[in-house]
């Protein structure tokens, strides 16, 4: 499924998305590691604050966390802010980037390290600004709020979409891959360790039918649409594979480039350079290795084995060793500039058949003259070209 829709939320209408407290599950810090990760995008970045997700009411007990875009005329970033149960608070803004401007989507990322007593927030997988955890973390009793503080306060001019809230901490690298270099992971290629301990998800894929508003998760944490905010079709990015790699049943080895493994058994690649052993493969969007029953290791290059079972290759060298293969028509193996070596085996031709011995010999543009006779027996010769 791809991505197709996001949040628009309009601050002069006062729109925004809620969940009672009472109604929520696990979309609270307590004493707990906790992370927010998701897409951004706003229409204004005017003085003062923007709502991106808290749970938040300006009262002791009910002040948690706050997510929020900061412009305080001097620097235009993303504020995080974490309170205790009566007044103390701790707060980083993402220092590390340029100032925010309008209709451009930022991947954020915000955590509560309980463990390490440190808090922390960064842009589009950026070098995440950190400060001291020295207050004492709960479970605050404010409804929580997407685009608005309790509904009254900090509105949001902008989009929002794919977000999700953990009950631990995101490591750094579990972050670059959901950023995945600005192209996004959909939820669905979420693997079992990014799903551990994940309290809600929203994709704000909205069709008609209410689903914009449904959390993705066990816990339900579906949300309540407050004045009418709208779902439209600027979205981040709309898929999350570049080079799908499909693996049938068997173990094997990828070395070389990152990658990921996805509970459907497709390997998500970036650009690079890697080596597949051990088993029959396919390498699809374009860049398609399809292979019989077999071992080979193929290096070096994107490279084609249609389903003619002929091979074309792009520039550069590579080697493909021990399969059965067979040529096409003609007995020609295509490739462009390069050079590779094949070892065959169980190679046929069935369409010079004659009921009785034939000889048939031609030379082609390498000057290769090869001879044949019945389907029982084949004679070939070849022959340089001086």
């Given amino acids: 499924m791809d991505n197709t829709k996001s949040l628009n939320l309009v601050a002069a209408s006062s729109q925004f998305m809620s969940i009672a407290d009472a109604s929520q599950t696990g979309l609270e810090i307590s004493t ?21 997700t808290c749970k938040y009411d300006n009262s002791n007990g009910k002040r948690e966390y706050f997510l929020f875009m900061n412009n305080d005329e001097s620097t235009i970033d993303i504020g995080w802010r974490v309170m205790d149960a009566t007044t103390g608070d701790n707060e980083i803004k993402s220092t590390n980037q340029a100032d925010l401007v309008v209709d451009t989507w930022y991947f954020v990322y915000a955590y509560v390290d309980n463990t390490g007593n440190t808090i922390g927030v960064s842009v589009n997988d950026g070098t995440v600004s950190t400060t001291a955890l020295t ?3 709960h479970a605050g009793t404010g409804n929580f709020g997407i685009g608005a503080q309790n509904g009254a306060a900090n509105f949001m001019n902008g989009n929002i979409d794919e977000l999700g809230i953990w009950t631990r901490k995101l490591s750094a690298a579990e972050a670059t891959e959901i950023y995945n270099s600005g192209n996004g992971l959909l939820y669905e290629d979420y693997d ?10 929203w994709r704000f894929d909205e069709d008609g039918g209410g689903e914009g508003l449904l959390d993705e998760t066990a816990n339900n944490n579906d949300l309540t649409n407050n004045n009418t905010a709208t779902f439209v079709t600027d979205v981040p990015f ?9 693996a049938a049943v068997g173990a094997f080895t990828l070395t070389g480039i990152a990658a990921i493994l996805t509970s459907a058994r497709n390997i998500v690649a970036a650009v690079g350079t890697f080596t597949l052993t051990g088993i029959d493969v396919a390498l699809s969007r374009g860049k398609m290795i399809v292979a019989g029953v077999g071992a080979f290791t193929l290096t070096g290059i994107d490279a084609t084995i249609t389903s003619a079972r002929s091979m074309v290759a792009a520039v550069g060298a590579f080697t493909l060793t ?29 369409y010079w058949k004659d009921e009785a011995e034939v000889s048939t010999s ?25």
Avoid at 45 to 52: N, P, S
Avoid at 192 to 201: D, M, R
Avoid at 238 to 246: K, L
Avoid at 371 to 382: G, K, L, Q, R
Wanted: charged share 15%.
């Fill in 32 to 52: 707990g590691d906790f992370t927010i990760v998701g897409w951004v995008k706003f229409d204004t970045v005017a003085a003062g604050y923007q709502t991106i």
């Fill in 135 to 137: 207050i004492t973390t």
């Fill in 192 to 201: 079992a360790g990014l799903l551990t301990s994940l309290q809600g998800y």
């Fill in 238 to 246: 709309t898929g999350s594979i570049a080079y799908e790699i499909i």
């Fill in 322 to 350: 021990g399969i059965d293969t067979a040529f096409n028509i003609g007995w020609n193996m295509v490739a462009s500039v390069g050079t590779f070596v094949t070892s065959l085996k169980s190679l046929f031709i069935d």
């Fill in 362 to 386: 031609w030379t082609d543009e390498s000057a290769v003259t090869t001879t044949f006779t019945d389907e029982s027996a084949v004679t070939t010769t070849w022959k340089d070209k001086d």
